[in-house]
């Protein structure tokens, strides 16, 4: 299973915000590459982060922090939050980012995502599904729509996703574990590599997603309290490519 650390970015900081609540801040780092780099120091091969300014704002917003993030590592940088374009898509690839992560636009236009893969290819563009109660939220989980996780799901992979990030908001930045029924349900509906996110309060967790054979498993807030240790989550998760 693979294994990404996160960077969420909230004007040029290191943060979590508590279920997605940007009145529930805390911030860890004002120099987020310095996090990127002990992340690869602690064994991650490949690092996840979240433009939250421009998950709100609907266009990337912390492009020289991201930047700044890619050229401090070896190792791919996933990157999601405002991007709504194919012009959004080059840009952050532009900037050096592996991967793109898609959200609000997946929902509301599915066409979107066939023209991205075909355009940037399938191993370039990520989904991410995030939930309240198994219904999709978006721009930047402050809209809830009348699409259920599954659903959406389906249509993604209908689209030719390959990569899915699943995220139970009602658990992310909380340290409650992660939602191991709606993530089978969701491994089991579709063919997609599936990735946990919301929740990982500990080694457990790890090991839940492993016994669910998921793809892979986003590790925020319990890296930064210390209740996870990277080191040993790297180890206990075993694969690690992108």
């Not at 809209?143 to 992979?157: I, T």
């Not at 509906?189 to 967790?205: M, P, Y």
Request: with cysteine; aromatic share 6%; net charge negative.
């Amino acid at each position: 299973m693979r294994l990404y650390p996160a960077i969420d970015i909230k004007d040029g900081k290191c943060v979590r915000l508590k279920k997605g609540l940007f009145n529930e801040v805390t911030v860890y780092s004002d120099k987020p590459y310095e996090i990127a780099e002990s992340f690869e120091a602690d064994g991650a091969k490949f690092i996840h982060t979240v433009d939250l300014d421009g998950a709100r704002g609907g266009h990337s917003v912390n492009s020289e922090t991201i930047k700044k993030i890619v050229d401090s590592v070896s190792v791919p940088v996933q990157l999601g939050g405002g991007i709504r374009t194919l012009e959004d898509i080059e840009t952050v690839l532009n900037l050096g980012i592996y991967r793109a992560i898609i959200g609000t636009k997946a929902v509301e236009n599915p066409d979107f995502i066939r023209q991205a893969i075909e355009n940037f290819g399938a191993e370039h563009i990520v989904v991410g599904i995030d939930a309240k109660n198994g219904m999709v939220a978006t721009e930047g989980w402050l809209e809830k729509s009348d699409v259920s996780y599954l659903d959406l799901g389906l249509a993604m992979e209908d689209a030719g996703v390959k990569t899915i990030i699943f995220t139970d908001i009602s658990r992310d930045g909380t340290l409650t574990g992660v939602n191991t029924e709606q993530l089978g349900r969701l491994n089991e509906t579709v063919s997609c590599n599936i990735i946990a996110s919301g929740g990982v309060s500990s080694i457990k967790d790890i090991e839940d997603c492993l016994e669910l054979n998921l793809y892979g498993c986003i590790c925020g807030k319990a890296l930064y309290t210390g209740a996870l240790n990277l080191e040993e989550a790297v180890r206990k998760a075993g694969v690690q490519t992108c």
